[in-house]
């Protein structure tokens, strides 16, 4: 869209990469609930735990992420709390960067979040609660587009001219690096340990191998990328400036559609990879399901943000203003719209069926799907 008050923040950041930042108390579950226990009863809903993150007066959430057993949460002042997902409990709180630093969103390998703040990588482990690992990257210049992304063997940016950056852990030297053929700017990549398939601002999406710049396909799409990629096994789905959704294939970047779903407005939002559909989020348009297997439109909600999560074949949507919305994949019959107020925040949790959602006083709740309701 989207990336500390009732304890105390003692998560100060480490002058030194691997410094372990000091033990946090845990933050209080009592007060008022953010949301209400009879409203969420009414739609099978239940309250499992409650964070009150100790914000700083003035300082908001930005971002939340689910990632492995943790819900990460990125204030506006560039602290980064750590919420152990199965228990909602605080872990720990760091500070990334100073109030007004941009920070890329984080990539996730070898279970700890990598983030790119301007050319400066800090490498956070969520198991040990510290930084740990801090590397000045200004060979790359000011900042990368979408971040870093690692496999087995480098490490991937792309730098303020558009060109990937293919580098070595560790040693973080220069190994190659690559352009599109018109030298239009990379804005979006996915890696593995074979390939790396990236997109660029004119439209091109290349695979090329992941140690050498050898190109293995190209498909050209009718307009420009901005948003990130989503994989999905053998696929990945490219949203387009062109207002389209296209499914490609991994292997060989044939279109798995015989039409490319249509927005009817340029997406600049990464597609959301369910179960059975794609959930496409589209500035003014609102939240599109697209079948996975047909590309056409399961169901539409003009004032649709995000999807939270799914549960078997209803998706839990929030909506404009602050609803939450139970909507069926296979039908697109809407079971139940409940009043959201005041959340504000939410994550996309695609790990299993629990509801995230934040009020702008740093309130966090953990939201179960009663069983049998």
């Known amino acids: 869209m989207s990336r500390w008050m009732m304890a105390l923040w003692v998560g100060i950041l480490a002058a030194m990469a691997g410094a372990a930042v000091g033990p946090i108390p845990t933050a209080s579950t009592g007060g008022e609930a953010v949301l209400s226990p009879a409203l969420l009863d009414y739609a099978g809903l239940r309250l499992a735990w409650q964070v009150n993150l100790p914000l700083k007066p003035g300082e908001g959430v930005d971002r939340m992420l689910v990632q492995d057993s943790y819900l990460y949460i990125l204030t506006t002042f560039n602290h980064l709390f750590c919420i152990e997902r199965s228990k909602g409990a605080l872990r720990f709180g760091i500070s990334l960067a100073q109030k007004g630093l941009p920070i890329q969103d984080p990539s996730f390998y070898d279970e700890k979040a990598w983030f790119m703040i301007g050319n400066r990588l800090k490498v956070v482990d969520p198991r040990l609660g510290v930084v740990s690992e801090t590397e000045d990257m ?57 390939f790396v398939l990236f997109a660029t601002t004119a439209g091109h999406v290349v695979r090329i191998r992941a140690d050498k710049p050898v190109k293995e396909w190209q498909y050209d799409l009718s307009g420009g990328v901005r948003a990130p990629l989503a994989r999905d096994g ?7 400036l062109d207002t389209k959704l296209y499914k490609l294939n991994l292997a060989d970047g044939t279109n798995g559609w015989a039409k490319n779903f249509q927005a009817g407005a340029a997406i600049l939002s990464a597609p959301i990879v369910g179960a059975k559909v794609v959930y496409l989020p589209v500035d003014d348009k609102g939240l599109f399901a697209v079948d996975k297997e047909s590309g056409n439109e399961r169901w539409h909600i003009p004032q649709g943000v995000t999807l939270m999560t799914e549960k078997d074949d209803t998706a839990f949507v929030y909506s404009r203003p602050s609803t939450l919305v139970a909507i069926r994949n296979s039908t697109g019959k809407i079971d139940y719209t409940l009043n959201f107020s005041p959340i504000r925040h939410v994550a996309v949790n695609r790990t299993d069926s629990i509801l995230y959602g934040a009020d702008e006083s740093g309130r966090v709740g953990g939201i179960e799907i009663v069983p049998n309701r």
């Open 138 to 194: 200004s060979v790359i210049g000011t900042g990368t587009i979408f971040g870093i992304l690692r496999n087995k063997e480098n490490l991937y940016l792309s730098d303020p001219l558009g060109r990937l950056r293919v580098m070595k852990p560790d040693e973080y030297y220069q190994k190659f690096s690559v352009t599109a053929d018109d030298d239009s700017p990379i804005s979006a990549a996915i890696v593995d340990d074979a």
């Open 234 to 240: 053998d696929w990945v789905y490219v949203a387009s």
